[in-house]
C-alpha cells in the first residue's frame, strides 16, 4: 500500500496552522452516477495496477495469445465468386438461384467470350467494307487461337458451344454432322460469305476437297450423296431449319476475292455490298429459322433512320467446363491424361487468357479501328486481382505508422519521451489486426476485396487512437501518483474513454452487418472483431508495454536505445499537498491552485535542475483571466521551471529549446481554447456548420444509387476500356423468365402464353422483329406441331393415346387435331408431344433454351422399323423447370434496373394469381434487386445504430443529456457525409451504406473523449470545454492523424473504387469526425452542455496563515534578503477527490496519520475532476 512521502521533505519547521472555517459543501444531484462510474474506474484502477504488477508476464501471455489467433489467416479463404459475394442468403433472389442449381446445376449453359471493334476517331462509320476488313482480321485471329496442355492442342471448334447437334440414322452423315457442326458465333461477319471463315471445322468425302463452311452447299451436297445414302431425315432437319445454301448463297464482302464461290449474289457483279443494308435488321447463323442474330447484338450506337454506327461487337460462344468434361469423358483424345473438370475448367481458362491477348493485339497500332476483348475468365482474374493482398502497401502503411507514432512521441527529455512506446503500440495494433482477421478465418468468416483491400488500414488507424490517448495520460499523471499505481491510475482516467469507443465502434460495424449483402455482411463482422482484438490489445496488453516503459525511465535509460543511460534526466521534487486541517475528505471536488516562488538551479556537475523554494514565501491568489488561471498553468513540466533562465552557459546547458516546449496540448490551452470559446467565434463556428449542414442536405439529393462493373476495374486498362464501351453501346443483358413446378404445364397453356405476352411488353425487353415468331419453347413445339399435321404424316411419327398400349401408325397422326383453334395442345397429349419435338427438333429446342428439367426422354424414329416398337412414345415426366429467354436493352442507370425489376415481378405476381409459379432469373436481378430496399436498410440501420450509441453513452456515461449531444453531432456528421457523396458523384450502394453506418461508430472516437472530459470537469461551462479541449486535443488529433495515415496507403491502389469510395469517403469522415469534435462539440457543450456532476463552495479565511518562524539550518520559509538573479514561477495543484464507498483495489489513508495542508486563502476556481476510487491519493495538475 502506497503512502505518501515522510514530513523530511516538507519545510522543518513547519507546522499545522490553525483550522480554517468548516466548508460548506454543495453536492451534486447526480450522486448515482457518480458512485457508478466511480466503481467502473475503480476495477479499472484494480486491473491497470495488476498488469503493473505482472507487465512481463502478461506482455508474454499476450502476444503468445494474439500470435497463436494470427496463425488462424493461414486457412483463410477469399471468396471471389459474384454470386456468393452478392445476393443475400436467404433472400428472395438467393432461394430462385438456389432452385435453378438444384435443376440445372451449378454453371450456366455456355460462357460468352466478346470483341467490340470501335473507331479510333470518335463518331465514325463504322458500317464500311473497311471497317469490317478489320473486324474480320481481328476475330479470325481470335477464332485461330490455339493452347497446349496436357500433351493436347485445344483449338476453338473442340470447346465452342454447338446449338442443337442432331442425332441422324446414317452414320457417314452423322460423322460428318459431328466434325462440321458449326459453332455458335454472334457476329455481324455472318450475314457475309466471310462469317464462314470464323468456322475451324472440315470434313473429308473421297472425291472431293476437303468440306468447309466456305465451300460447303447444304442443298448440292444431299443432291450429290441421293443417290448413295437415304438423307431423307436429315434433308426434312435441314429444310426445317431453314438452312438453304448456308453461307455460300450470302454477298461476299470482297467479290474480287478468288474464294468467293459462284453462289454469292455479288459474285458476277464484283460490286462491294452496301453494310448498312445487310446488316439491317440484323443476320442469321448456318440456320435462317433458329439463328437469328438481332441487330442490337451487333451494332452499337446506331442512329435512327440513317445508316450509321458507332461499335461492332462479336460473341464466341464455349462450353461451360462440365459440358467439356462431358464432351470428352471416355473420348480417345482424353483416355490417357486422367481427364477431369478441374482439367476442363484449365483449358478454357488458358484459351480464354490467349484469346483476350491476341484479339488485342490484332490490328496494328495505325490502324483506324480499335479492339476490345473480353472474357468471363478476364472478371475473375479482375476478381481475384481485386482480393489479393498488396503486400507492399501494407508493409508501407505500418512503417509510416511506425515513423508517425514514433516521432510524435519522442521528447528532448528522455525521462518523458516514448518513442520506443509509439513503435510497440503500432506493432501491437498490427499484430491484434492479424489476430483479429485469423479469429475471423477460424470462424468461417470468408474474406473478400474489402477485407484483404481496406480493413487492414482502416483498423490500423482505429487501433492506433487509442494508444495514443493512453499514452498521453500515462505522460500526464498527476506528479503525486505512487508510481506503482501509474498504471492503474492512467486507466482509471482513459479506461472508460476507450470503452466507450470501442464498444460503439463494434455496435457500429454489428449494425452494418444488417446490410444484405454478403460481402459487406462479412466485411462488417470482420471489422467488429478486429476492433475487439484491438480493445484487448489497447486495455490488457499495452498497459503492460507502459509499465515496462516506466521502468526504463525510472532507471534513466535513453528512449528506443534502452541499454544506454540517459545523459541528461528531469528529476522532479514533488512537493506534496496535505490534507485539511480537521482531517477530513470533503464530499465533492476542490482544485485549488497556488503560485509560489521558486528557485531554478542547473548543476554543472550532474546537469540535474534543482528547484529551491523561497524563504517565507505567501500563497498568493493568481491574476484573473476569462477562462480561470487554473486552466493555463504549465502542469509541473520540468522545463517550465527554465522559463525565465538566464545566465552561464552550464544553464544553457539544459535548457530547453522553445521549440520543444510546444505541444498540442499547450496549442489548446493557450491559444485554441480561448479563441473557440469567444461569443462571436462560437456564433461564426455555429453559423458554419449550419450552412455546411444545409449544403449537406441538398448533396444528398443528389446521390443516385448504383455500381457499375466500370467502378471496380482499375481506369486506364484494356478492361476498364472494354467496359466503359460496351455500357456505352451494348447495355443488353440475357435474362430468363422461369416457371417452376407445383402447376400442369398442360393445363396452363393459356397462362403461359399470357406470362410471356406481359413480360414482353415490358419497356426494357428488346421485341424480336415482326418477322419472327417469338423464341420460346412452348412457341417453338405448337409451331412445330402444326408442322407436323400440315405435313400429312410425312414425317411418319406414330402416336399413343392416353391409356393405350399400343402405337399408333402414322395415319393417326393425320388425323388426330394437334393444336386447337386457341393455339393450345390437348392435355392429353401434352407431355407425348413434348417427348416427340425435342427428340426430333433439336435445332428448335436449343434455340428456345428451355432447360428442362427433368429433361424429356430421347426417343429416336425409324419409319422403316416393322416391329413397331418405337412407335410407342414415352411420356414426359411433369415439368419442374422450364424458361423463357429474352433480352433487356437500355439499362444504363440503376433506376433503369430497378424500373425493369419491378416490372417483371408485378408481371410474375400476375401470373402466379393465374397459378403460374414463375420468376426471373439473370444478372440484373442478382446484383441490381439489393437497390430495391437498399435505402430502407439503410436509414434503419443508422437510425438503430444512433439509438444504440445514444444507450451505450447514456449507460456508461451517466448522462443522457450528454449523451444526446453525442448523437446529434454523429447524426450531423453522417448526413453531411451523405451530402458530400452526392456532390462529388459517389453512387450509393452497399458499399458506402457500410461506411456511412460505420461513421456513426467511427465518430464516436472524437466525440466522446471531449464529451467525458467536460462532464468530469467543473467550473463555468466555458471552463470545462477548455479544459476538456486542453486535455483531449492531443490525442484525438493525433488519433485522427494516424487514422489519415492509415488510409493514406488506399490512395495508391490501382484500383479506383478503393480510392473512391473507401480513401475519399474514410477521409472526408475523418476530417468531418476531426472538425465536429474539437470545433462544433465544444461550442455546443459550452452553450448546451448539462450541469456538472459534483459542485463544492467553501467558506475560507479571509486570513492568510503564516507559519511560525522556523529553526536555523534547512529551508527557510519567509523573505530572503537576497534572491538569485533569475526565478520561475512554480504552479502546483491540489486536488480533493470523492471519498466514496470502499471499491475492489481502493486504499485509504488514516487521517491521524497524515500531515495537514491549509487551503490558499483566496478560494480558487473549481477544476477538473479526478474522481478515483484511491481516496486520498493526491492528484495535480
Given at each position: 500500500m502506497a503512502r505518501p512521502p515522510p514530513l523530511g521533505e516538507l519545510p522543518p519547521g513547519y507546522t499545522p496552522p490553525a483550522r480554517p472555517a468548516t466548508p460548506q459543501i454543495l453536492a451534486g444531484s447526480l450522486k448515482a452516477p457518480l458512485w457508478l462510474r466511480a466503481y467502473f474506474q475503480g476495477l479499472l484502477f484494480s486491473l491497470g495496477c495488476g498488469i503493473q504488477r505482472h507487465c512481463g508476464k502478461v506482455l508474454f501471455l499476450g502476444l503468445l495469445a494474439f500470435g497463436a489467433l494470427a496463425l488462424g489467416l493461414r486457412v483463410a479463404i477469399i471468396e471471389t465468386d459474384l454470386e456468393q459475394l452478392w445476393v443475400e442468403a436467404g433472400s428472395r433472389v438467393s432461394q430462385e438461384l438456389k432452385y435453378t442449381k438444384e435443376k440445372l446445376g451449378e454453371e450456366a449453359a455456355y460462357t460468352s467470350q466478346m470483341l467490340i471493334q470501335t473507331p479510333r476517331q470518335e463518331g465514325e462509320n463504322v458500317l464500311t467494307p473497311e471497317a469490317l476488313d478489320l473486324h474480320l482480321q481481328a476475330a479470325l485471329t481470335a477464332s485461330k487461337v490455339q493452347v497446349s496442355l496436357y500433351g493436347k492442342s485445344w483449338d476453338l471448334n473442340k470447346i465452342c458451344y454447338k446449338s442443337g447437334v442432331p442425332l441422324i440414322e446414317n452414320g457417314m452423315i452423322e460423322r460428318m454432322i459431328e466434325k462440321l457442326f458449326p459453332c455458335v458465333i454472334l457476329t455481324p461477319?455472318?450475314?457475309?460469305?466471310?462469317?464462314?471463315?470464323?468456322?475451324?471445322?472440315?470434313?473429308?468425302?473421297?472425291?472431293?476437297?476437303?468440306?468447309?463452311?466456305?465451300?460447303?452447299?447444304?442443298?448440292?451436297?444431299?443432291?450429290?450423296?441421293?443417290?448413295?445414302?437415304?438423307?431423307?431425315?436429315?434433308?426434312?432437319?435441314?429444310?426445317?431449319?431453314?438452312?438453304?445454301?448456308?453461307?455460300?448463297?450470302?454477298?461476299?464482302?470482297?467479290p474480287d476475292d478468288l474464294h468467293c464461290p459462284p453462289s454469292a449474289p455479288n459474285h458476277h457483279s464484283r460490286q462491294a455490298p452496301n453494310v448498312a443494308q445487310e446488316l439491317s435488321g440484323g443476320c442469321h447463323g448456318f440456320s435462317h429459322k433458329f439463328m437469328h442474330w438481332q441487330e442490337e447484338l451487333l451494332l452499337g450506337g446506331m442512329l435512327p433512320q440513317t445508316p450509321l454506327a458507332h461499335a461492332l461487337q462479336s460473341t464466341f460462344l464455349l462450353m461451360s467446363p462440365r459440358q467439356l468434361y462431358e464432351h470428352f469423358r471416355g473420348d480417345y483424345q482424353t483416355h490417357d491424361i486422367g481427364w477431369s473438370e478441374e482439367q476442363a475448367g484449365t483449358v478454357l481458362q488458358a484459351w480464354q487468357r490467349r484469346f483476350v491477348q491476341l484479339a488485342q493485339e490484332a490490328l496494328p497500332e495505325n490502324a483506324s479501328q480499335q479492339i476490345h476483348a473480353f472474357s468471363s475468365t478476364t472478371l475473375d482474374d479482375i476478381l481475384h486481382a481485386f482480393s489479393e493482398v498488396s503486400a507492399a502497401r501494407v508493409v508501407g502503411g505500418y512503417l509510416l505508422m511506425l515513423a508517425y507514432a514514433c516521432v510524435t512521441m519522442l521528447r528532448w527529455d528522455c525521462a518523458q519521451s516514448q518513442g520506443a512506446v509509439g513503435l510497440a503500440g503500432v506493432l501491437l495494433v498490427a499484430l491484434a489486426v492479424a489476430s483479429g482477421l485469423g479469429l475471423c478465418a477460424l470462424l468461417g468468416i470468408a474474406f473478400n476485396a474489402a477485407t484483404t483491400q481496406v480493413l487492414p488500414f482502416l483498423a490500423l488507424g482505429i487501433g492506433v487512437d487509442d494508444i495514443f490517448l493512453l499514452a498521453h495520460a500515462f505522460t500526464e499523471a498527476p506528479p503525486g501518483t505512487p508510481l506503482q499505481e501509474r498504471t492503474g491510475e492512467c486507466l482509471q482516467r482513459t479506461g472508460t474513454s476507450?470503452?466507450?469507443?470501442?464498444?460503439?465502434?463494434?455496435?457500429?460495424?454489428?449494425m452494418?452487418?444488417?446490410?444484405?449483402?454478403?460481402?459487406?455482411?462479412?466485411?462488417?463482422?470482420?471489422?467488429?472483431?478486429?476492433?475487439?482484438?484491438?480493445?484487448?490489445?489497447?486495455?490488457?496488453?499495452?498497459?503492460?508495454?507502459?509499465?515496462?516503459?516506466?521502468?526504463?525511465?525510472?532507471?534513466?535509460?535513453?528512449?528506443?536505445?534502452?541499454?544506454?543511460?540517459?545523459?541528461?534526466?528531469?528529476?522532479?521534487?514533488?512537493?506534496?499537498?496535505?490534507?485539511?486541517?480537521?482531517?477530513?475528505?470533503?464530499?465533492?471536488?476542490?482544485?485549488?491552485?497556488?503560485?509560489?516562488?521558486?528557485?531554478?538551479?542547473?548543476?554543472?556537475?550532474?546537469?540535474?535542475?534543482?528547484?529551491?523554494?523561497?524563504?517565507?514565501?505567501?500563497?498568493?491568489?493568481?491574476?484573473?483571466?476569462?477562462?480561470?488561471?487554473?486552466?493555463?498553468?504549465?502542469?509541473?513540466?520540468?522545463?517550465?521551471?527554465?522559463?525565465q533562465e538566464e545566465g552561464t552557459g552550464q544553464k544553457a546547458a539544459c535548457k530547453s529549446l522553445p521549440c520543444a516546449r510546444w505541444s498540442l496540448a499547450h496549442f489548446a490551452r493557450s491559444q485554441f481554447a480561448p479563441l473557440l470559446l469567444q461569443s462571436h467565434t462560437k456564433a461564426v463556428v455555429l453559423v458554419l456548420f449550419g450552412a455546411l449542414l444545409g449544403l449537406s442536405l441538398y448533396g444528398a439529393t443528389l446521390v443516385q444509387d448504383g455500381l457499375a462493373l466500370t467502378d471496380v476495374v482499375p481506369r486506364g486498362t484494356k478492361e476498364h476500356a472494354f467496359l466503359s464501351t460496351q455500357l456505352r453501346y451494348f447495355s443488353l443483358y440475357e435474362v430468363a423468365l422461369v416457371t417452376q413446378g407445383g402447376f400442369d404445364y398442360a393445363h396452363s397453356q393459356r397462362a403461359l402464353f399470357d406470362l410471356h405476352q406481359r413480360f414482353s411488353s415490358l419497356k426494357a425487353v428488346l421485341p424480336p422483329p415482326a418477322t419472327q415468331a417469338p423464341r420460346t419453347w412452348l412457341h417453338y413445339y405448337r409451331n412445330w406441331l402444326q408442322g407436323e399435321r400440315r405435313g400429312d404424316g410425312q414425317g411418319g411419327c406414330g402416336w399413343q393415346e392416353p391409356g393405350s398400349t399400343e402405337g399408333l401408325q402414322a395415319p393417326w397422326l393425320t388425323t388426330k387435331k394437334l393444336v386447337d383453334k386457341e393455339g393450345l395442345i390437348p392435355p392429353e397429349l401434352f407431355y407425348m408431344g413434348l417427348t416427340v419435338w425435342v427428340s426430333s427438333d433439336p435445332l428448335g429446342l436449343a434455340a428456345s433454351q428451355a432447360n428442362f428439367y427433368p429433361p424429356p426422354p430421347e426417343w429416336l424414329h425409324d419409319k422403316y422399323d416393322t416391329t413397331g416398337e418405337n412407335l410407342r412414345i414415352p411420356a414426359a415426366q411433369p415439368l419442374e423447370f422450364a424458361q423463357f429467354p429474352f433480352l433487356l436493352r437500355g439499362l444504363q442507370k440503376t433506376a433503369d434496373f430497378v424500373e425493369a425489376i419491378e416490372g417483371a415481378r408485378a408481371a410474375c405476381a400476375e401470373a402466379g394469381r393465374a397459378g403460374v409459379r414463375a420468376y426471373p432469373s439473370g444478372s440484373p436481378f442478382l446484383f441490381w434487386e439489393q437497390y430495391l430496399g437498399l435505402r430502407r436498410c439503410f436509414l434503419l440501420a443508422v437510425c438503430t445504430l444512433l439509438l444504440c450509441t445514444f444507450l451505450v453513452c447514456a449507460l456508461l456515461l451517466l448522462n443522457p443529456w450528454t449523451a444526446a449531444l453525442i448523437v446529434l453531432v454523429l447524426a450531423m456528421m453522417t448526413v453531411e457525409l451523405f451530402g458530400i457523396m452526392g456532390f462529388l458523384g459517389i453512387k450509393l450502394s452497399a458499399i458506402p451504406v457500410v461506411i456511412l453506418v460505420a461513421s456513426v461508430g467511427i465518430g464516436v472516437e472524437f466525440t466522446v473523449h471531449v464529451a467525458l472530459g467536460f462532464l468530469t470537469a467543473q467550473g463555468s461551462r466555458n471552463l470545462r470545454a477548455a479544459r476538456a479541449l486542453e486535455r483531449t486535443f492531443a490525442p484525438v488529433t493525433d488519433g485522427a492523424i494516424s487514422t489519415l495515415l492509415g488510409l493514406l496507403m488506399l490512395a495508391g491502389s490501382n484500383f479506383d473504387f478503393i480510392v473512391r469510395y473507401f480513401f475519399v469517403v474514410l477521409t472526408i469522415l475523418t476530417l468531418l469526425g476531426l472538425l465536429h469534435g474539437l470545433v462544433l462539440l465544444p461550442v455546443l457543450l459550452s452553450i448546451l452542455g448539462p450541469p456538472p456532476e459534483v459542485v463544492q463552495m467553501y467558506k475560507e479565511s479571509a486570513e492568510v496563515l503564516s507559519p511560525p518562524a522556523p529553526q536555523g539550518g534547512g529551508l527557510r520559509w519567509g523573505v530572503a534578503s537576497t534572491l538569485p538573479q533569475s526565478f520561475a514561477r512554480v504552479t502546483t495543484s491540489m486536488t480533493v477527490a470523492l471519498h466514496p464507498p470502499p471499491l475492489p483495489g481502493a486504499y485509504i489513508h488514516p487521517a491521524s496519520e497524515e500531515p495537514t495542508w491549509s487551503p490558499a486563502a483566496t478560494p480558487a476556481a473549481n477544476g477538473p475532476s479526478n474522481l478515483g476510487s484511491r481516496g486520498l491519493c493526491p492528484a495535480t495538475g
Open positions: 461477319l455472318d450475314c457475309f460469305w466471310e462469317g464462314a471463315k470464323l468456322q475451324g471445322g472440315s470434313a473429308y468425302l473421297p472425291g472431293r476437297p476437303d468440306i468447309q463452311w466456305t465451300n460447303l452447299d447444304p442443298e448440292q451436297l444431299l443432291e450429290e450423296l441421293g443417290p448413295f445414302a437415304s438423307l431423307e431425315g436429315f434433308r426434312e432437319l435441314l429444310d426445317k431449319a431453314q438452312v438453304g445454301q448456308a453461307y455460300v448463297g450470302r454477298p461476299c464482302l470482297h476507450v470503452t466507450l469507443t470501442s464498444i460503439n465502434n463494434m455496435v457500429a460495424f454489428f452494418a452487418a444488417l446490410v444484405p449483402i454478403p460481402a459487406l455482411r462479412a466485411f462488417s463482422l470482420q471489422a467488429a472483431i478486429v476492433v475487439g482484438c484491438n480493445f484487448a490489445a489497447v486495455m490488457l496488453v499495452f498497459p503492460a508495454v507502459l509499465s515496462l516503459d516506466l521502468h526504463r525511465r525510472h532507471c534513466q535509460r535513453l528512449d528506443v536505445l534502452c541499454c544506454f543511460s540517459s545523459p541528461c534526466s528531469a528529476r522532479v521534487i514533488q512537493i506534496l499537498p496535505q490534507e485539511l486541517g480537521n482531517g477530513t475528505v470533503p464530499v465533492g471536488i476542490a482544485h485549488l491552485t497556488a503560485t509560489v516562488q521558486a528557485f531554478a538551479h542547473c548543476e554543472a556537475s550532474s546537469q540535474h535542475v534543482v528547484t529551491i523554494l523561497p524563504p517565507q514565501a505567501h500563497l498568493v491568489p493568481p491574476p484573473s483571466d476569462p477562462l480561470g488561471s487554473e486552466l493555463f498553468s504549465p502542469g509541473g513540466s520540468t522545463r517550465d521551471l527554465l522559463g
